[in-house]
């Protein structure tokens, strides 16, 4: 901030430091009153990223958290959906949006719409729907693109299956004793190229068991390595496959506590009850 200086000769009258202090003031005020507008405009955004709660199918309780990023005001581009597909199948999403501001979140609304309509036609199939919501997105050309992986519960079949674009690998475990990363091909984040394709991967839900789905905010840090992030997940999982999907969210998301991370953080927990009677 510059200095004023005065001679003698050019000392302020007590009006005009009065006129100076209330000018000062203004301005003080009028930044108070932008940054709580960036505030509650973030916060409005973030609301509408994510549902209000994610719904209930026999055979599936479902659970999810978010922290917010812990740097400034930046938007978080974190989100996930979860919805009763065309075909009776539960879907389930979770991505990470390039970027954090307004027009990020704005995608992210975008990208929700797009995999809703899509499942909700002609194919639940998760490569099938990333597929398609790629190449819609593309058409867009709006610059952005998002990791994601989707997922398909078919209680029916006792199936879930799952594909993912560019995303951190989901974590399962069972009451049999099993337990693993899901490190299966993916394909390129959606929005980039068109044309691309996503591998699906099948599990055969054999016994009561949880899959947790992340985003890297929860397992990766500036000095903490995602493959430290995600065996400490695992861990996790593998101990507390039978817990309430709701203790199981809130243990893995304290894992972003060990990796420094200031980026904003979501958990999804699927908790396979075996199939309904």
Request: a negative charge.
């Amino acid at each position: 901030m510059s200095r004023l200086r005065f001679t003698r000769s050019q000392a302020p009258s007590g009006e005009e430091l009065l006129d100076t202090l209330v000018k000062l003031t203004g301005d003080v005020l009028d930044g108070i009153k932008l940054q709580q507008a960036r505030v509650e405009l973030a916060t409005a955004l973030q609301r509408l990223m994510l549902p209000s709660e994610l719904p209930q199918v026999p055979g599936l309780r479902t659970s999810a958290r978010y922290v917010p990023a812990r740097r400034g005001l930046d938007i978080g581009g974190d989100w996930y959906d979860a919805f009763t597909m065309g075909d009776g199948t539960f879907g389930v999403a979770i991505g990470d949006v390039q970027g954090h501001d307004a027009e990020a979140a704005a995608f992210v609304g975008q990208v929700r719409t797009a995999l809703r309509a899509v499942a909700g036609g002609t194919t639940t199939d998760p490569g099938a729907v990333l597929a398609r919501v790629n190449d819609l997105l593309v058409t867009m050309a709006c610059g952005l693109f998002v990791t994601c992986s989707f997922l398909r519960f078919d209680a029916a079949a006792g199936e879930l299956a799952d594909a993912r674009a560019g995303h951190v690998p989901a974590v399962w475990a069972d009451a049999d004793g099993r337990s693993d990363i899901v490190l299966d091909a993916g394909g390129l984040p959606l929005g980039m190229f068109p044309g691309e394709e996503y591998p699906v991967t099948r599990h055969p839900l054999t016994a009561q068991g949880a899959f947790v789905l992340l985003t890297d905010g929860v397992v990766e840090g500036p000095e903490f390595p995602i493959e430290r992030g995600l065996e400490a997940v695992a861990k996790l999982v593998g101990a507390g496959f039978d817990a309430d999907p709701d203790v199981l969210a809130s243990e893995v998301l304290r894992v972003a506590d060990l990796t420094g991370h200031d980026d904003d953080a979501a958990v999804v927990v699927l908790r396979y009850d075996g199939r309904p009677g």
